[in-house]
């Protein structure tokens, strides 16, 4: 049954100079960036139409974006997303079940495996999923457990940025070429 969805729809840029990507950034640039994720996220939230945020880009053309120049997308809506809707109640489950949370145990797993890590700060781990269906599919994973990008303490939010830096870096240098990809904040 189609229903219409209110909400908010954001662009954000990631630099003054519009021709840089992520990748060309230093972690302290791309930190400017989480810091403005963090603002988007608070006052879209605070919204009391609001129920859900995703903070998300999708890079070059053959992912989907239109704009040539890096950026950034936010959408806020009513509803919660089918997907998002499945999987905070599975994690909701194991939760109930198990007292603990499902990404924080399977981080515990990908850790002492040591077989999928591609960078490790002291906040982050960048992983590929075991689950993973898309060629070069990466998760950043927060080492504390965190509900949304607002929890980030002390220099976290520069470690994201961090992370974020490396990844992308990895994946301009992967082929020499600006890489697309489709990236999402899943809170």
């Not at 988007?40 to 239109?66: D, H, P, T």
């Not at 999928?116 to 998760?139: Q, S």
Request: hydrophobic share 40%.
């Amino acid at each position: 049954l189609a229903q219409s969805e209110q909400g908010i729809c954001k662009v954000i840029c990631f630099s003054p100079d519009h021709s840089k990507s992520l990748a060309d950034m230093k972690p302290s640039e791309i930190e400017k960036v989480v810091f403005a994720w963090q603002r988007e996220y608070k006052e879209l939230a605070a919204n009391k139409l609001i129920n859900y945020v995703q903070i998300f880009e999708n890079k070059g053309a053959v992912m989907g974006c239109s704009n040539p120049h890096p950026h950034g997308q936010i959408w806020s809506q009513t509803s919660l997303p089918n997907e998002v809707d499945k999987k905070d109640k599975h994690q909701l489950a194991y939760y109930n079940k198990n007292k603990s949370s499902l990404l924080g145990d399977y981080l515990k797993q990908e850790l002492h495996k040591n077989e999928r890590i591609i960078f490790e700060n002291d906040a982050f781990v960048v992983l590929v999923p075991f689950w993973a269906v898309w060629p070069f599919e990466a998760m950043i994973v927060p080492k504390r457990h965190q509900s949304n990008i607002l929890e980030l303490k002390d220099n976290e939010s520069f470690l994201f940025a961090e992370a974020i830096s490396v990844l992308t870096k990895a994946y301009d240098k992967l082929f020499n070429t600006s890489f697309p990809y489709s990236s999402g904040i899943h809170q």
